[in-house]
């Protein structure tokens, strides 16, 4: 039987042992992630060979091989946290009320959405609630009045009270004050003047500040200790046959672990970035077989044999259906 390869794999990775993605846990052998959407897999194998040389012209006399590796490529097209995680060996945390993910927007506001009292004070109406904690000693939000769209002032401070709710043309929005006057800059202990601009002086302000996410978020954390852990790994393609049969085939790898190594490539044009996941092999057991270790296994299931669908009717043998899907 001669067969050609021309499909994708679909992988599976699951748990050597015990381990903790994000908030789950997952106990040895259970799949920890699937990979549906990769581009492109492939196994390499290499050996290192050194040989006894002697004679005229030092001729190879005799050769040994050793040193076997094995490693399995693969490039997702698309990635989600739960995937970049295992490539990087990085945490994952999900946001909660007690353990909030700070999200930084920054969001221009024109001039006529904006309430000033004179050289006094300024509301302005905010699309998110801004974090604004009542630690004065900490400054998570700035406002910078913009004239033409260049930055005509330093950043002032608002005051560090709770946003209040408002609406603005139908929508809600949060009101935040910044004072003519401002006691919250961490370099000066005293109270110093900050004269606001002109409502003239101004078409727009650009704010810096950071929305607290309780939900519906997620923070990936890379580590400088922590890195791409060891899976078992499975992948299933086709083996397409001289007849043109499709057969099913499995890489089967026990003991993999993941190289650390990853690149995000950002850029308005060209191709979208992908994900490159390098996995070297170990010896160990698969799963039915404890006899002994290997660093690879490769299954093909000829389950469609000639031979066992053979017309013994008219109609078709309903039978033989399963050999078809």
Known sequence: MKFGVREICEVVLKAKAAMKVGNKVFYA???????????????????????????RGNA??????????ITFTMEDALISPEGFMVLSGAGLIDATDTKPVYQHVTETVDAADISQDGTTSVTIPLKKEPYLPDDKNGNFAYVMFVKNGEIISEPYIPTHTA?????????????????????????????YTAQLPAATDYD???????????GGARQIEITPDKFGGNFYLEA?????DQSGRD???????PNC?????????????????SFTFTMDAFPDYTRFD?????????????NAEEAAINRTQTAHDAAHDIYFN
């Open 163 to 191: 946003a209040t709710p408002g609406t603005l043309n139908g929508v809600t929005v949060y009101n935040i004050v910044v004072e003519g006057h401002e006691n919250y800059v961490t370099t000066e202990q005293d109270q």
């Open 290 to 302: 404890h006899s002994k270790k290997v660093l690879a296994a490769i299954q093909i299931i000829e």
């Open 257 to 273: 672990k993941i190289q650390s190594n990853f690149t995000f490539t950002m850029a308005s044009s060209g191709d979208p970035s």
């Open 204 to 214: 727009s302000v650009l704010v810096d500040y950071y929305v607290a996410q309780v």
């Open 236 to 240: 299933s393609t086709l083996f397409r």
């Open 60 to 69: 190879r006399l005799v050769a040994w091989e050793g040193e076997r590796t």
């Open 29 to 55: 052998n259970e799949p920890v992630i699937y990979f549906d959407t990769l581009k492109t897999s492939s196994m390499e194998g290499a050996a290192t060979t050194v040989y006894a040389q002697g004679g």
């Open 247 to 253: 057969m099913p085939a499995e890489f089967i790898i």
